[in-house]
């Protein structure tokens, strides 16, 4: 029974794609996605409430309205992505509908003057809000609503005297005509104006300088000033946008209803406000697109003509519009607060795994596991000189090289290791290392990529992406855990990403998912091209190549398990697993001088350990429930080295059992009779003298790897 | 910073008092005891509404819905007192209303984090909606015969001087002993002038927000009896004026800073003796409504710059978004 159920969970994993689901999630267009069902439920709703509501000629009526609103929608946008709000809309909008109105038909001017004058009247208006708020840095809020008042004030002035005389004329203007009723295949004129502008704005903001500066300004006006933005203004020049935006919606509404009614543009900028919100354009600025200001403004017209065709009053209208809005304004702001935490409880998204129980490591004649302490008492160099050595490897000259921490490579110098100096600084943690041909270090780096440093010291970058797989929801191009590497006879770099799903600091986190999210890749300096060679690895890591020139060995870390892929000959495309069910966790690989092959052990698997791999659910539950510091992790309190040989024979092992001296060993390079050993955390490089025997006192890795004098 | 606050309130005053002065020589209707008395009972009201929004602006707030819960508790009372109830449950009703009101506005602003411009505009407009749509059918609610016990809040005199004034007394005096002699008070202060200390500090930030604005509710609701009892009905669209205009003008050109965490009663005295007299003066001279608007919108403006000046917003404790 029991096993019958492991059976269904291993299917289930193996079909089932949880970690889509958190990946889907952390993808910006959610935020958009959120909005867009809330307008298809609504859509669906009021078309199910309302029956006949939505034909096409009230859709039109619907577009042509939607075609003013948003205008304004689109203005009050910009102003909140650049982190203020304008009240004034409203009142703008009675002003300007006013001028133009004046203009046409008291003082008959013809369409286009007047047009022009009223837009840049709304963009007058507009800079008194800038000056304001933008140059004398008033709060955007009680500024905007004292213009508010101002506008209005003047406009009611102004009707007073001229309401009779517009009234009583009409202009006679075919443009003018047109642009209050105009159809353009069908499509209301001012819609088509609309769009255009919509599209404009939209790569203004994503495309152009000042759109980045504004939502720069949006997400920190201290951090945008201290870049030398303009902050002033570029502030200011969001409200005259927004001016300008709604003298425009002002023109067509006139040219449409011709009207100076009391009520104009009352209320408009809690309408536009609404949909702005509701669209998903954070408060406080920095956040926003068209797209959502779009959204949220059919939203709010679907609502408001729907509530009308429903006969609701204007108080009820009012009052559903301001609840919405609070209830937007709230969504938002704890979407916000919390979701990167969401997103972090259903991104860990943990994999099943067997592994069988490991071999014995007991202390027994012939055991090649047994347990020893032989580097227990190793020498010792750079002691709390050098952070986080994961890779070493020696020169010509015998000097040593390791990364560190600190994202420097930093070299001790032959004989004796006592003097370090940092021979070259690349930016991130430097990981796997390998010399090619002509003594350049190549490095992997970790969420950096593939980087190279001449015997000068000079960094470059080889790489830092590579095809983008089809099946995953991330765009997994970027490199984001580059491991180890090591070089083909023709020049060819092939190197291990051990995961596309986290960063360097959260390796753990994968190693806790043993989900086949890395893969191993191969950059060709010659055409400086990068392509995925295989896939789906159970965090890949030592890679080192085989004599025969054709294959490599590599191993994966979760999987437990040594293989060899062939990149060419007859076998060309194959992978054999060499060894697998290790007692502990595979990290780097490299040549040993009698043509074996040293393996570094992480750390040691455990029964409760391989018994939660099988039990994906309880993993999953662990990390939504304890903290990260609580959680199962492999025992790293343990140093081992071990040889292999071709056949997948382990010939013996070297070890730290309690890792006094060296605990998670991550690498191990021979040099001239001694194996030198890094660790990823260790603030220091061991070195042992292997038995005579056993090693060849005159062996240099790569000098041999490419027939090089030492 | 102290000397700087004290010169402010003397600017307002020398200000009211030649404006007093001024007003008493030019305009012939300005200075007899008719015109004083009902300038008093007008400036009685908005000075109650003052000392609410005054609290809720020293913990670093604002309340723009102030006239909806002036408004819609009182109409209701009015309204279930009218229909035959009982008129303890009617008041409790207008009551309940309103601090229920307030207490959502604290909510949403203390929990659910959004900005207290934001809530309030859009918590009032919600209320005004709810009482024109589904509460009540006409403009104005009168004031019901079962309620005539109370109506001498709002009318009738005591010592010679309206009760109002009393009322409005009473209030500062209550305000003036919660910002002075309690440990709230000093907790509201605190919170304005830095929330972030005072949360670290261990006061109860979140509920002192919910207690202020459950007492700007209330305050409200109370300047609204006294409205009506004095002119005799509740006006259901009296949230569509620009009123909440005049309050935040007595706080503000009484000295009260926006940033919060500085002033006192004594400013919004000043600037309620300021308003009225302007507004007095203004109606008396029958300047249109538009205009006054219109003076009333420049003077405002004036006051939010001068405040900006006088009272620049800290850098360190203002918080993105703080719009």
């Known amino acids: 029974m029991a096993h019958l159920n492991e059976t269904l969970t291993r299917i289930r994993y193996r079909i089932w794609p949880d970690h889509v689901v958190g990946e889907i999630l952390s993808k910006p267009w959610m935020e958009t996605a959120i909005p867009v069902l809330v307008l298809v439920a609504t859509f669906a709703i009021l078309s199910w409430l309302v029956p006949g509501f939505f034909t096409f000629a009230q859709l039109s009526i619907i577009a042509r309205e939607g075609g003013e609103l948003g205008f304004i929608v689109l203005g009050l946008s910009i102003v909140i992505m650049a982190g203020g709000v304008d009240l004034s809309v409203g009142s703008i909008f009675a002003v300007t509908n006013f001028i133009v109105l004046l203009l046409m038909h008291e003082y008959e001017w013809s369409a286009a003057p007047a047009v022009a004058v009223t837009i840049l009247a709304g963009m007058a208006l507009g800079a008194v809000n800038g000056i304001l708020i933008g140059y004398l840095r008033l709060r955007a809020f009680l500024t905007t609503l004292i213009t508010l008042i101002i506008f209005r004030a003047v406009y009611e002035i102004w009707t007073a005297d001229h309401a009779t005389a517009i009234a009583m004329s009409l202009p006679d203007s075919a443009t003018w005509d047109f642009l209050g009723i105009g159809l353009i295949r069908g499509i209301p004129v001012n819609v088509w104006l609309f769009a255009a502008v919509a599209l404009a704005c939209h790569v203004l903001l994503t495309r152009l300088r000042p759109g980045w500066h504004l939502m720069a300004i949006g997400g920190s006006r201290r951090a945008a000033y201290n870049a030398g933005i303009a902050v002033r203004r570029t502030i200011a020049l969001t409200y005259v946008a927004s001016g300008g935006l709604t003298a425009i919606a002002a023109i067509f509404f006139g040219a449409r209803l011709a009207s100076v009614g009391g009520n104009i543009g009352v209320g408009m900028e809690v309408t536009a406000l609404t949909a702005a919100v509701l669209g998903g354009i954070t408060l406080g600025g920095g956040r926003g697109s068209v797209t959502k200001a779009i959204v949220g403004l059919a939203i709010v017209l679907i609502i408001t003509n729907g509530m009308t065709a429903y006969s609701a009053s204007g108080g009820a209208i009012r009052m559903t519009l301001a609840a919405i809005l609070v209830a937007a304004a709230v969504i938002d702001i704890r979407w916000i607060k919390n979701r990167h935490r969401i997103i972090s409880s259903v991104y860990v998204s943990p994999d099943y795994l067997y592994l069988p129980p490991p071999p014995s490591c007991e202390a027994k004649p012939g055991n090649a596991w047994a347990v020893n302490d032989t580097l227990r008492g190793v020498d010792v160099i750079g002691l709390g000189e050098v952070e986080g050595p994961e890779d070493v490897i020696l020169d010509r000259n015998d000097n040593l090289y390791s990364g560190s921490r600190h994202g420097d490579i930093v070299r001790f110098l032959a004989p004796d290791y006592k003097r370090m100096e940092i021979f070259a600084h690349i930016g991130g943690q430097p990981l796997g290392l390998a010399f090619d041909r002509e003594d350049n270090l190549n490095v992997c780096v970790g969420g950096m990529g593939l980087y190279q440093v001449s015997p000068a010291g000079e960094v470059r970058k080889l790489t830092d992406e590579t095809n983008r797989s089809w099946t995953s929801v991330n765009d997994d191009s970027r490199l984001r855990l580059a491991d180890d590497l090591d070089i083909a006879d023709d020049g060819r770099i092939f190197f291990s990403e051990a995961t596309r799903r986290y960063e360097m600091s959260e390796y753990a986190v994968d190693a806790l998912e043993s989900r086949p999210a890395g893969r191993i890749i191969c950059h060709d300096p010659r055409t400086g091209s990068t392509r995925t060679v295989i896939d789906r690895l159970r965090f890949p890591n030592g890679i080192s190549m085989c004599d025969d020139g054709q294959s490599f060995l590599f191993a994966q870390t979760s999987a437990a398990s040594v293989s060899r892929y062939w990149f060419d000959g007859p076998k060309k495309g194959r992978i054999e697993v060499l060894i697998d069910n290790l007692p502990g966790y595979p990290d780097n690989i490299n040549k040993a001088s009698d043509g074996n092959y040293w393996v570094a052990l992480v750390g040691m698997r455990g029964p409760a350990l391989d018994l939660a791999m099988r039990m994906p659910g309880f993993r999953k539950r662990m990390t939504q429930r304890l903290p990260f510091d609580e959680w199962m992790f492999p025992n790293i309190n343990n140093g081992c080295v071990f040889k292999i040989n071709l056949e997948g024979k382990v010939l013996y092992s070297l070890w730290d059992p309690q890792g006094i001296n060296h605990p998670m060993i991550t690498s191990m390079r021979e040099h001239k009779g001694w194996l030198y050993l890094g660790g990823l955390s260790n603030n220091r490089i061991g070195r042992y003298k292997l038995p005579e025997s056993e090693a060849d006192p005159a062996y240099v890795q790569y000098a041999r790897r490419w027939g090089l004098p030492t | ?323």
């Open chain 2, 1 to 323: 910073m102290h000397r700087f606050q004290l010169s402010q309130q003397m600017i307002v005053s020398v200000i009211f008092v030649l404006l007093f002065a001024g007003l008493s020589l030019l305009l012939p209707g300005f200075a007899n005891t008719e015109n004083l008395l009902t300038l008093l009972q007008n400036v009685a009201i908005l000075g109650i509404l003052g000392l609410g929004m005054a609290v809720i602006v020293i913990g670093r707030g604002v309340d723009l819905s102030m006239i909806a819960s002036l408004a819609i508790p009182v109409a209701l009372t009015l309204q279930l007192a009218d229909a035959g109830h009982s008129t303890a449950l009617a008041i409790i009703a207008g009551l309940a209303l309103s601090a229920l009101f307030g207490a959502a506005n604290g909510w949403l602003i203390a929990y659910a984090e959004v900005p207290p411009l934001f809530v309030t505009l859009a918590s009032g407009l919600f209320l005004a909606g709810l009482g024109q749509a589904f509460l009540f059918s006409t403009e104005a609610v009168v004031w019901p015969e079962p309620l005539q016990f109370l109506s001498a809040i709002g009318r009738g005199r005591l010592a010679g001087i309206p009760n109002s004034i009393w009322i409005f007394a009473l209030v500062a005096v209550a305000v003036h002993a919660f910002l002075s002699r309690l440990t709230a008070g000093v907790f509201t202060y605190s919170m304005g002038d830095n929330p972030m200390a005072a949360r670290l500090a261990g006061i109860p930030v979140r509920i002192m927000v919910i207690v202020q604005y459950v007492s700007s509710a209330l305050i409200a609701t109370l300047a609204g009896f006294v409205m009506a009892a004095s002119v005799g009905s509740m006006s259901t669209r009296i949230y569509n004026s620009t009123w909440i205009y005049d309050v935040i003008l007595v706080v503000v050109l009484g000295g009260i800073g926006l940033s919060g965490g500085r002033g006192s009663v004594t400013n919004v005295l000043i600037g309620t003796l300021l308003i009225g007299t302007l507004l007095n003066g203004l109606t008396i001279l029958d300047v249109s409504f538009p205009v006054q608007n219109l003076i009333k919108g420049f003077v405002l403006l004036a006051a939010i710059m001068a405040d900006t000046v006088l009272n620049p917003r800290n850098e360190e404790t203002a918080q993105q978004g703080d719009i």
